[in-house]
């Protein structure tokens, strides 16, 4: 390379599935039959009235130029009507909502909003990715705080309070929690507001998985008294309402965090496609039958899964939430990063190592439910037969 890269891409290494599915496309490309258990990628089908609206919509003439950077009213009163109708969260439609390009841009949006270089970001560790890698590229300095097992994977705040400095601005939190499955409590939620009222941090609630085998109802962080203040909640399409490739989520907060985040945005991308507007309007209005179908499917992808995991060897716990089950490896077994790549190698079976949302899940694998059964069991089958 004739021109350096700046400073900022020497401490972020490439998503490590960007990575690793180059591998499983060179397996496809030798011809080899994947069976690909990584991601949380939904393999349904968005409701009928969705794709409807998808295709009417693209065939009007004027639904082809740029679209307002905040969304068309109607695409933010259905997100408004929605959160009333799946969380009983009041949300103005015209104020406290901004449409993402996908939950995952919101991240760097709210970072870049929020932090300056030496601000500091407390993460989970475990989580997403994506929280650890933003803070830095923007200047942040992350200061891990641990999820443990035997917590239930949830935060000790008294830890967490020991961690705040005068330059601590941001918090990342997610419930359900990805990878661990951990549900999301009204009394976790209480306590997340009050400490960040306490600490004056910015709560960042990341709630893509509310709607995905959960088993008691879905809960926002905007619903806890006081929330509004102090709390930004990134909400996303992509898992509930089976959207991931059409990049559709959103913001929820008080005015002057949305306007506070439509300064950075609006200098970065434009609004998203009329089309996709209308048909998320359409896609918001499943009702709660199409959710208890699609959940149903998951659910029964559950003992494939469960199977998989007690052939590795591994023990979990059942009272998971989301599309995926996080198993703990045996002591027997040596290494996850062995033994997913031997998976993926002999088996033709990958699934995804716990170590890459942080060092805690070592000793970790998760497994996705985004795949159909019998491929699921056929997974076991090789597994079983090689082992
Ligand atoms: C915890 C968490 N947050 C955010 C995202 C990104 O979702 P989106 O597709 O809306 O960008 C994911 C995707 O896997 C996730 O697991």
């Known amino acids: 390379m004739i021109v350096e890269p700046a400073q900022r891409t020497r401490q972020t290494s490439e998503y490590y599935f960007s990575v690793k599915l180059a591998e499983v496309r060179a397996l496809l490309a030798q011809g080899h039959d994947v069976i690909n258990l990584g991601i949380g990628n939904p393999d349904m089908m968005p409701s009928a009235p969705t794709l ?19 969304g068309t009213p109607a695409f933010r009163q ?8 799946t969380y009983n969260v009041t949300l103005d439609p015209a104020k406290e ?23 500091e970001v407390l993460v989970p560790e475990l989580g997403y990715p994506a929280y650890r890698a933003v803070s830095q590229m923007v200047g942040g300095v992350v200061k891990e705080y641990p999820l443990l097992e035997t917590q239930g994977w949830q935060p000790d705040w008294e830890a967490l309070a020991g961690l705040v400095t005068p330059r601590t601005k941001l918090l990342w939190l997610n419930y359900p929690h990805m990878p661990t499955g951990a549900p999301a409590t009204v009394e976790l939620f209480e306590q997340a507001v009050a400490f960040a009222l306490k600490h004056r941090v910015l709560l960042c609630h990341d709630n893509p998985y509310s709607l995905v085998l959960n088993k008691k109802p879905p809960i926002s962080i905007l619903s806890v008294s006081g929330a509004k203040d102090v709390a930004i909640e990134l909400n996303s399409m992509s898992k509930s309402h089976n959207m991931a490739g059409w990049r559709l989520g959103w913001m929820a907060a008080a005015q002057p965090y949305v306007e506070a985040v439509l300064k950075i945005k609006s200098n970065v991308d434009s609004g998203m496609f009329l089309g996709l507007q209308e048909a998320a309007v359409a896609a918001l209005q499943n009702n709660e039958q199409w959710h208890a179908e699609r959940n149903a499917v998951y659910e029964g992808r559950l003992e494939a899964a469960e199977t998989l995991l007690k052939t590795l060897g591994c023990t979990w716990d059942s ?36 170590f890459i949302f942080g060092p805690k899940g ?8 985004c795949t159909p059964k019998e491929r699921i069991w056929e997974a076991v089958e090789r597994i079983r037969s090689k082992s």
């Not at 909502?97 to 601000?119: A, C, N, Q, R, V």
């Not at 070592?362 to 439910?369: A, G």
């Open 319 to 354: 009272t998971q939430e989301g599309m995926f089950l996080w198993g703990k490896l045996p002591e027997s077994t040596q290494s996850a990063e062995e033994l997913v790549n031997t998976l993926l190698v002999q088996q033709h079976v990958f699934i995804a190592p716990g």
């Open 362 to 369: 070592q000793r970790y694998v998760r497994v996705s439910l």
């Open 52 to 70: 409807n609206a998808l295709q009417s919509s693209a065939q009007q003439p004027q639904a082809h130029g740029y679209q307002s950077y905040i």
């Open 97 to 119: 909502i901004l449409p993402l390009i996908g939950s995952k841009e919101g991240i760097t949006h709210i970072s870049l909003t929020f932090l300056d270089p030496g601000d």
């Open 78 to 85: 259905g997100i408004a009507d929605y959160y009333q109708k």
